[in-house]
């Protein structure tokens, strides 16, 4: 059973361009997180979503992210018009049954995003 | 204001030593608590979860404790292998609320021969 995959793993973009971030969940997993990670900093959240649904964007930002989830096909989070402090690590997480349990959430290998 | 703090930010220790890492919390309503093991340009690995009514859990080398009453956890690595060289980070999740895990900052360890 694969663990959760992200691609790409590096992405290297100029102020202003599209970030593009792609998430696999585990099989069987229909829950996913997507976490920004700092230089130095823990872990924030970001969105939570389930298969076509945003459950909780509260961590995002208002302009310029976006996120989705489709019923095929990866979860996508989206940075346009990127800026030099959206350099960071995203990390996607999946679980089986979401929030509200001690699930355990499985976290995917990053993508590291430098804004040139 | 919900936060985790950790302590110490970073600790270097011989191969084969004990440690001890520290996580208070002042996350509130608890709902559990979380220690990830999180290898240096990896995405965190769940070590162990622990509910309000567990005190203690082990995995392997690695055993956390809960206390609930004092919002405190500690995770102790017991033989330490230069494998465990990585940011140790704690996470509480509260019950109810948008935003449900509340991550530390993490404890680096550093394991030398």
């Known amino acids: 059973n694969a663990g959760v995959m992200q691609n790409p793993r590096h992405l290297v973009r100029r102020r202003g361009q599209e970030a593009r971030l792609r998430c696999s969940p585990m099989k069987g997993h229909s829950h996913v997180y997507w976490y920004r990670q700092l230089p130095e900093e823990g872990l924030k959240f970001m969105v939570y979503?389930?298969?076509?649904?945003?459950?909780?964007e509260s961590g995002m930002p208002k302009e310029r992210f976006s996120a989705e989830f489709p019923k095929e096909g990866p979860s996508i989070l989206r940075i346009q018009q990127v800026v030099r402090g959206d350099s960071a690590a995203y990390f996607c997480a999946s679980s089986p049954f979401g929030r509200g349990s001690t699930d355990t959430q499985y976290f995917g290998p990053g993508t590291r995003l430098t804004v040139l | 204001k919900n936060q985790v703090e950790q302590s110490p930010q970073s600790l270097i220790i011989l191969e084969g030593k004990n440690c001890t890492l520290q996580?208070?919390?002042?996350?509130?309503?608890?709902?559990?608590l979380r220690w990830y093991k999180q290898d240096t340009g990896r995405g965190p690995v769940s070590l162990t979860i622990?509910?309000?009514?567990?005190n203690t859990k082990s995995n392997g080398r690695y055993t956390a404790t809960l206390d609930a009453d004092t919002k405190q956890s500690s995770l102790h690595i017991t033989a330490s292998q230069l494998s465990d060289s990585a940011s140790y980070i704690c996470v509480v999740a509260v019950q109810t609320g948008a935003n449900n895990l509340f991550f530390g900052t993490g404890t680096r360890l550093t394991v030398i021969p």
């Open positions: 622990m509910t309000f009514s567990e």
């Open positions: 979503l389930q298969k076509e649904n945003i459950i909780d």
């Open positions: 996580c208070n919390y002042t996350v509130s309503p608890f709902s559990n």
